[in-house]
């Protein structure tokens, strides 16, 4: 049994992490439905019991002759209510016992169990579902027979990897049976926080077109200086390019090599006034910015869908983004640019989240792959 989430005493006191539930044998009542625990489920062959327990909250699934199959996860959960009475051979089970035998039989029971079990307090109708998701939501009030499925549901530890590829194909699949994707998180003291997980397609509006401006610039270390007044005033205003300092115009370097690519700007080194082309420019970039030519695709995508991008540095991700003039409206995301392969931790997701939320703005995570794809996770109370 995971002795992290459960902790049996001799006298047959369970503790959940820091909910005290302590059982006693004692509590089991007269009349009470009976269980039969199988290898991997539960039975109540007793159909008017099965009737009963199926008709309160749409517990497991009716069989042929009148019988109720349990799954372990619904079993347990009847157990710990005092809803039913669960036997093995003729000998009553504890709600301890049957801990751990799921846990023999579920590494992460004691992950998947907590959320089913919350969820099932907060009023929903759960049912568990096929890997790799683990269970299908249905609206309060709703019945698995009438009524379709709300969410799909990840349950997941604090100290699971975040695969974002792997998060993808599960948003891919629930986006086919237009389904919300749901991943609850486990902390080490059994609070849950959920995330809904969705697919944006981020776009801007720019206003009225202009003429492309041309600008000339210097390379100053780890960024570009346009000097020419009139120059850096009609950069700025054709895509708020940089940031004005009184009436020289100063750029990023990935703002620099964006600029380049669209034949706007002219570089040239302030210590040999030589003129650097875009190739040596990406070059020196990438030796200041191992991750630059990665942020500069999610940059250019973004660009390139008329949203305005700036330096996210202050919240803690790479770039802000604005959907329309940054003058007349905050940024809408912060976003962090990743691989389509990227692999991490999700304290470092909840950071980012948190941030994001505490500022009123959505956090993406831009895929970069064969195209680019932006995942949103945001915080929600089911």
Sequence with gaps: MNEFLFKVDVDGHCWLDD??????????????????????????????????????????????GGALKLELVEGIFLSESGRIDVKKKGRRMTFPQLLHVANNIHPNFGIKYLVYRDLRLRGYVVKP???????????????????????????LSERSIFDLKELRKHLSKAMQVKKEL?????????????????????????????????????????????????????????????????????????????????????????????????????KKARKIQPDFGLRLKVFRDLEDKGVIVKTGFKYGSHFRAYTMDPHKAHAKYLVHAFSAGHKGMWPEVSRAVRVSHGVKKDILFGMVGKEIEYVALKRVRP
């Design 129 to 155: 579902c096929v890997d790799p998701l683990d269970f299908r939501v249905f609206p309060r009030g709703g019945s698995p027979s009438k009524t379709p499925s709300k969410y799909w549901v990840s349950a």
């Design 182 to 282: 749901l991943l609850a998180v486990v902390d080490e003291e059994s609070d849950l926080t959920y995330y809904l997980a969705r697919v944006v397609k981020p776009k801007g509006k720019r206003g009225k077109k202009r003429k492309k401006p041309k600008a000339h610039s210097l390379l100053l270390e780890d960024r570009v200086m346009v000097m020419d007044e009139q120059e850096a005033r009609a950069l700025y205003e054709h895509g708020f390019y940089g940031k004005m300092i009184g009436s020289r115009l100063q750029l990023s370097l990935i703002e620099t090599a964006y600029l380049l690519e669209k034949g706007m700007i002219e570089v040239k080194n302030a210590k040999t006034g030589r003129r650097i082309g875009l190739h040596s420019f990406l």
């Design 19 to 64: 909910h005290t539930l302590k059982i006693s044998q004692s509590v089991w009542l007269n009349g009470m439905p009976e269980a039969e625990l199988l290898e991997r489920a539960m039975i109540i062959k007793e159909e008017a019991e099965a009737s009963q327990i199926y008709n309160k909250g749409y517990f497991g699934t009716p069989q042929s």
